[in-house]
């Protein structure tokens, strides 16, 4: 079965960097794209950053200048760079991958990211 390995969360203080990586297992389909999502306590799930097979990205404009989303396709790898760390940027944060067809959407178990001010 397809399962999505998080690791890197922790607590940071504000200005800091932390780096989040996620690998998927047990892939069977061609995926489209991989990417993180975040979320915040009281708050719907929302997306972060994502990479999809030909290397185009997508951000947040809350996140823009300041993460980096990369992939290493061959080992189905996806990371996240996260720099000039906010506490409003303090969630669970979610590893998602997905193919060209409904029902090929997973996601990992989430790894907590905490930003002290």
């Known amino acids: 079965q397809v399962q999505l390995v998080e690791s890197g969360g922790g607590l940071v203080q504000g200005g800091g960097s932390l780096r989040l990586s996620c690998e998927a297992s047990?892939?069977?389909?061609?995926?489209?794209?991989m990417g993180w999502y975040c979320q915040a306590p009281g708050k719907q799930r929302e997306l972060v950053a994502e990479?999809?097979?030909?290397?185009?990205?997508t951000y947040s404009n809350s996140v823009k200048g300041r993460f980096t989303i990369a992939r290493e396709n061959a080992e189905n790898t996806v990371y996240l760079q996260m720099n000039s760390l906010k506490p409003e940027d303090t969630a669970v944060y979610y590893c998602?991958?997905?193919?060209?067809?409904?029902?090929?959407?997973?996601w990992g178990q989430g790894t907590q990211v905490t930003v002290s001010a």
């Open positions: 990479i999809t097979s030909g290397g185009t990205t």
């Open positions: 998602n991958v997905r193919g060209y067809y409904i029902g090929q959407t997973y």
């Open positions: 047990g892939i069977i389909f061609t995926i489209n794209a």
